[in-house]
């Protein structure tokens, strides 16, 4: 029962940690609705990177240069990873572990849990 309550308030710590980081790399608040493109091109294109269907894009569309920093530094961004780790969170909250000290956890955290924003700022959203 103690090493499972241990194994608990590692997990804890760690997802606090993890939250503190994202939080130190100095995302702002909502300042201004994000543009969106008149035909919606842009959208659609961010929906189907995020879903994992467009292959071998190396570079931003031109046209969505704009869009894409509004969308990472004007506040959705920041809205759509504080979403997602609600629900890890309400997830992990969710599982038992069991008493066997078994209990292992994985995390893939390339373009998950490590915000990539400084590496668009850089690269000046392209």
């Known amino acids: 029962m103690i090493k499972a309550m241990m194994k608990r308030t590692q997990e804890v710590l760690f997802f606090l ?11 702002k608040p909502c300042s201004k609705p994000p543009q ?7 959208l659609s294109w961010r929906l189907a990177v ?4 467009v292959r071998g894009w190396r570079t931003v569309p031109t046209q969505c240069l704009h869009y894409l920093e509004t969308y990472m530094i004007g506040g959705q961004y920041d809205r759509d990873i504080e979403f997602i780790v609600g629900e890890i969170m309400s997830y992990v909250n969710g599982i038992v572990p069991s008493d066997d000290g078994m209990d ?3 995390l893939d955290v390339d373009d998950t849990c490590i915000s990539n924003v400084l590496y668009y700022k850089g690269k000046r959203y392209g």
């Open 50 to 53: 995020e879903a994992n269907n």
């Open 104 to 106: 292992a956890w994985i």
């Open 36 to 42: 969106v493109d008149c035909d919606g091109f842009c």
């Open 17 to 27: 940690i993890l939250a503190l980081f994202y939080k130190a790399t100095g995302m």
